[in-house]
Nanobody
Framework: QVQLVESGGGLVQPGGSLRLSCRAW????????MAWYRQAPGKQRELVAS???????NYADFVKGRFLISRDNAKNTVYLQMNSLKPEDTAVYYC?????????????????WGQGTQVTVSS
């Protein structure tokens, strides 16, 4: 019914930049908070940044001053601009959206996750 698709990952050198995109497809009414998470092998999935429908943002301490989250509500898309990348940023990055859509019991808000996009920071 609803699918989130990430793009923009890849290989970059330390100090480089990448811009991730995540677009929601399907029948939906709106998306409330959207967020980016990341997970490295053998590590817990961790919140990177989030943004409300109105544009209020929150960032994990380890990305403050380096990453920027933004969204385009008309396109149901959230972005993550990643600057000054470090090797420890290497992970699969996932987007999540709190999607409002019509379900079996009527309108409901549910979290949807993307498939993830690999970001590798290496010399």
């Amino acid at each position: 019914q609803v699918q989130l698709v990430e793009s923009g990952g890849g290989l970059v050198q330390p100090g480089g930049s990448l811009r991730l995109s995540c677009r929601a497809w399907g029948s939906l009414i709106s998306i409330n908070t959207m967020a980016w998470y990341r997970q490295a092998p053998g590590k817990q999935r961790e919140l990177v940044a989030s943004i409300t429908q109105g544009g209020s943002t929150n960032y994990a301490d380890f990305v403050k001053g380096r990453f920027l989250i933004s969204r385009d509500n008309a396109k149901n898309t959230v972005y993550l601009q990643m600057n000054s990348l470090k090797p420890e940023d290497t992970a699969v990055y996932y987007c999540k959206g709190a999607v409002v859509a019509a379900g079996p019991g009527g309108l409901a808000q549910n979290d949807y996750w993307g498939q993830g996009t690999q970001v590798t920071v290496s010399s």
